[in-house]
């Protein structure tokens, strides 16, 4: 198998009777050449690979020859069940042998006959000089903060018991493997690391780091990055034996795993967006009291998140696409709710009892099997004792072929899960109620769920992960704030992580205030000019909105039309040109009157913040 690596060639090799004889994942520019590949459930699987040259191979069938989803050369290669015919004499197919994937994927030059014997000479084995690793760190034995840096993670960094390292605003960076060393962040028994608006970072080829915490330590991060933390050598990036781990608001990428627990409990993982790995979200028990919610979970070779010997945890409102494995579930009394899971070979698969799956979206999964892995299909509950629907409300199926005569949304007929499994209430529609006091006709749900899916808002109340029910609610009839109006707007330029003054600008929002830092970002960018008191809660005006959100985009040189489109918004008042501009943008779609006195509600905020920001209509 080949996982992210480029540049390889494999050659002159017999593989017989594996599960798969050549994997290729995220791999490019190898070449695969006079192999031969025989009784093998999969004899070669290319996934999300391109520009390899596979040639000169002799394939012989057992189950399926080859799948490749990507953009590769396949040339003259053997085909035991190659059916076409060589009219021409020169030892090649007249029309091409298809492959698995694409349809557009094939072998153009099919070879008649096999190859004869495809052994190469193998070069003389030079042993190179043993070089022990040098032990080379930091010991932090003390509290120590880190902040506003840039430092290099070279060796070992250790935070002993009774210690808090703080990393706050800094880039860590991996030494490379040229340096001789193994670059580990260990988190000792008694020990916690606190992690805060920063990036920690390998460069996918050269340099790399793993963190691991030991029972009994304490890890918190949020807002940050961490990219390629682990070897690719079955090394997870980031290892949790201590209880209560929170990681939040960050950007996980090219991690072997993206996260795994390790035998421990209690912890968050909310609203991090984890890519380019074999697993997503990986926990290994016994565990129990785990929330994992909102996480964006893409391009995971193997699982999106696979959970095993876990009891009482709660996976919520989770997006997963494209891995083997979406959300593979091995325990008991688990709450699975409001889930999409899509694109997957194996969408969801439950090895226990009593857990509760409902309102999830399984769109598309099982179009593809490669014969290793959980299996093909939407679903699998082969145990059974399990509930797939809660309250009248179960899921959303892509293939439920049902009928719903009486308009309710909810299937005549259950959905069955194989082979144990039903799901008496299939929903008819994706379920997409991300606020439970928004619904899907309301005329702002599709700005609220767009801000919402984008981090621009996360609610005026959030979800108890508890509970089975959702208390998640958006409040779209209150007024908003200056407060709230700030953090909206530094959100959907900028996210959660960005730099800002540390200084107060203004006696009423202090340091430790919620919108502090947006409130600091919006003085730093100019947005807001006020000096003194800001009126962090006086609720906003249509004019004030109109303000900020055009200061925020265009600053405060730019074109507008100059004829009044409104008749309470004459050249001569202090917000024509913004008001003009948030026309001129279609920002607002309103005529006559604009109400530029009026305060804007939480549903208008939306609208108004998903047109400027998002593009939408």
Same mark, same amino acid.
């Given at each position: 198998?080949?996982?992210?690596?480029?540049?390889?060639?494999?050659?002159?090799?017999?593989?017989?009777?594996?599960?798969?004889?050549?994997?290729?994942?995220?791999?490019?520019?190898?070449?695969?050449?006079?192999?031969?590949?025989?009784?093998?459930?999969?004899?070669?699987?290319?996934?999300?690979?391109?520009?390899?040259?596979?040639?000169?191979?002799?394939?012989?069938?057992?189950?399926?020859?080859?799948?490749?989803?990507?953009?590769?050369?396949?040339?003259?290669?053997?085909?035991?069940?190659?059916?076409?015919?060589?009219?021409?004499?020169?030892?090649?197919?007249?029309?091409?042998?298809?492959?698995?994937?694409?349809?557009?994927?094939?072998?153009?030059?099919?070879?008649?006959?096999?190859?004869?014997?495809?052994?190469?000479?193998?070069?003389?084995?030079?042993?190179?000089?043993?070089? *022990?690793?040098?032990?080379?760190?930091?010991?932090?034995?003390?509290?120590?903060?880190? *902040?506003?840096?840039?430092?290099?993670?070279?060796?070992?960094?250790?935070?002993?018991?009774?210690?808090?390292?703080?990393?706050?605003?800094?880039?860590?960076?991996?030494?490379?493997?040229?340096?001789?060393?193994?670059?580990?962040?260990?988190?000792?028994?008694?020990?916690?690391?606190?992690?805060?608006?920063?990036?920690?970072?390998?460069?996918?080829?050269?340099?790399?780091?793993?963190?691991?915490?030991?029972?009994?330590?304490?890890?918190?991060?949020?807002?940050?990055?961490?990219?390629?933390?682990?070897?690719?050598?079955?090394?997870?990036?980031?290892?949790?034996?201590?209880?209560?781990?929170?990681?939040?608001?960050? *950007?996980?990428?090219?991690?072997?795993?993206?996260?795994?627990?390790?035998?421990?409990?209690?912890?968050?993982?909310?609203?991090?967006?984890?890519?380019?790995?074999?697993?997503?979200?990986?926990?290994?028990?016994?565990?129990?009291?785990?929330? =994992?919610?909102?996480?964006?979970?893409?391009?995971?070779?193997?699982?999106?998140?696979?959970?095993?010997?876990?009891?009482?945890?709660?996976?919520?409102?989770?997006?997963?696409?494209?891995?083997?494995?979406?959300?593979?579930?091995?325990?008991?009394?688990?709450?699975?709710?409001?889930?999409?899971?899509?694109?997957?070979?194996?969408?969801?698969?439950?090895?226990?009892?009593?857990?509760?799956?409902?309102?999830?979206?399984?769109?598309?999964?099982?179009?593809?099997?490669?014969?290793?892995?959980?299996?093909?299909?939407?679903?699998?509950?082969?145990?059974?004792?399990?509930?797939?629907?809660?309250?009248?409300?179960?899921?959303?199926?892509?293939?439920?072929?049902?009928?719903?005569?009486?308009?309710?949304? =909810?299937?005549?007929?259950?959905?069955?899960?194989?082979?144990?499994?039903?799901?008496?209430?299939?929903?008819?529609?994706?379920?997409?109620?991300?606020?439970?006091?928004?619904?899907?006709?309301?005329?702002?749900?599709?700005?609220?769920?767009?801000?919402?899916?984008?981090?621009?808002?996360?609610?005026?109340?959030?979800?108890?992960?508890?509970?089975?029910?959702?208390?998640?609610?958006?409040?779209?009839?209150?007024?908003?704030?200056?407060?709230?109006? *700030?953090?909206?707007?530094?959100?959907?330029?900028?996210?959660?992580?960005?730099?800002?003054?540390?200084?107060?600008?203004?006696?009423?929002?202090?340091?430790?205030?919620?919108?502090?830092?947006?409130?600091?970002?919006?003085?730093?960018?100019?947005?807001?000019?006020?000096?003194?008191?800001?009126?962090?809660?006086?609720?906003?005006?249509?004019?004030?909105?109109?303000?900020?959100? =055009?200061?925020?985009?265009?600053?405060?040189?730019?074109?507008?039309?100059?004829?009044?489109?409104?008749?309470?918004?004459?050249?001569?008042?202090?917000?024509?040109?913004?008001?003009?501009?948030?026309?001129?943008?279609?920002?607002?779609?309103?005529?006559?009157?604009?109400?530029?006195?009026?305060?804007?509600?939480?549903?208008?905020?939306?609208?108004?913040?998903?047109?400027?920001?998002?593009?939408?209509?």
């Amino acid at each position: 198998m080949l996982i992210s690596s480029s540049n390889n060639q494999i050659k002159g090799n017999r593989i017989h009777g594996a599960l798969y004889g050549i994997a290729l994942f995220k791999s490019s520019e190898n070449t695969i050449d006079t192999n031969n590949f025989s009784e093998n459930d999969d004899n070669a699987v290319l996934m999300d690979s391109n520009d390899n040259v596979i040639k000169h191979n002799n394939f012989f069938q057992k189950q399926r020859q080859a799948h490749d989803n990507g953009t590769n050369s396949w040339e003259g290669n053997y085909w035991n069940d190659y059916l076409g015919i060589d009219n021409n004499g020169d030892g090649f197919g007249d029309s091409p042998y298809f492959i698995f994937g694409t349809s557009t994927t094939v072998d153009a030059t099919p070879k008649m006959t096999l190859y004869s014997d495809q052994s190469i000479p193998v070069p003389s084995l030079v042993p190179n000089e043993f070089r *022990e690793t040098p032990w080379q760190g930091q010991w932090i034995r003390e509290d120590t903060v880190w *902040e506003n840096c840039t430092k290099q993670l070279k060796g070992w960094l250790v935070i002993e018991s009774g210690a808090t390292l703080t990393i706050r605003n800094c880039i860590l960076s991996a030494a490379p493997l040229s340096e001789g060393v193994d670059n580990y962040i260990l988190v000792k028994s008694g020990g916690a690391l606190y992690v805060d608006k920063s990036t920690i970072s390998g460069d996918k080829s050269n340099s790399y780091f793993k963190l691991r915490t030991e029972k009994g330590a304490s890890l918190v991060i949020l807002d940050s990055k961490v990219y390629y933390a682990g070897d690719w050598g079955g090394n997870s990036g980031i290892q949790l034996f201590g209880d209560g781990a929170i990681i939040e608001n960050t *950007e996980i990428v090219g991690n072997y795993t993206g996260m795994n627990i390790k035998g421990s409990s209690g912890h968050r993982l909310v609203n991090n967006k984890i890519s380019d790995c074999v697993d997503g979200i990986l926990v290994e028990g016994p565990s129990h009291d785990n929330t =994992i919610k909102n996480n964006m979970i893409s391009g995971c070779f193997y699982s999106g998140i696979c959970i095993s010997e876990t009891t009482k945890s709660q996976v919520v409102s989770n997006r997963i696409e494209n891995a083997l494995l979406g959300l593979g579930l091995w325990g008991t009394e688990n709450l699975v709710r409001g889930n999409q899971i899509q694109n997957s070979s194996m969408g969801l698969a439950v090895w226990g009892s009593d857990n509760v799956f409902y309102h999830n979206n399984f769109l598309g999964n099982g179009a593809f099997s490669p014969s290793f892995g959980c299996g093909q299909g939407q679903a699998s509950d082969p145990l059974g004792g399990n509930h797939w629907d809660y309250q009248g409300e179960g899921n959303y199926w892509s293939d439920y072929i049902g009928n719903d005569a009486d308009g309710n949304g =909810i299937g005549d007929t259950p959905y069955v899960v194989p082979s144990n499994g039903i799901d008496h209430y299939p929903l008819m529609v994706p379920h997409e109620n991300v606020f439970s006091d928004v619904p899907s006709g309301y005329w702002a749900y599709d700005y609220i769920v767009a801000i919402y899916n984008h981090g621009i808002t996360k609610g005026c109340a959030q979800d108890d992960p508890n509970t089975a029910e959702n208390e998640r609610r958006y409040c779209p009839e209150e007024n908003v704030t200056r407060g709230q109006m *700030e953090a909206f707007i530094i959100r959907a330029k900028y996210g959660e992580t960005f730099y800002y003054s540390t200084t107060p600008y203004f006696t009423d929002v202090p340091s430790t205030h919620t919108f502090f830092k947006y409130v600091q970002k919006l003085r730093d960018d100019g947005i807001t000019v006020v000096s003194g008191t800001y009126g962090v809660d006086t609720y906003v005006t249509r004019g004030q909105m109109a303000a900020f959100i =055009i200061r925020a985009k265009f600053g405060e040189n730019f074109s507008y039309t100059t004829a009044p489109y409104f008749s309470d918004v004459p050249a001569t008042h202090n917000f024509f040109k913004y008001v003009q501009k948030l026309k001129d943008e279609g920002i607002t779609a309103v005529s006559g009157t604009y109400g530029v006195d009026d305060i804007v509600t939480r549903a208008q905020m939306a609208a108004f913040l998903a047109r400027a920001f998002l593009g939408m209509e």
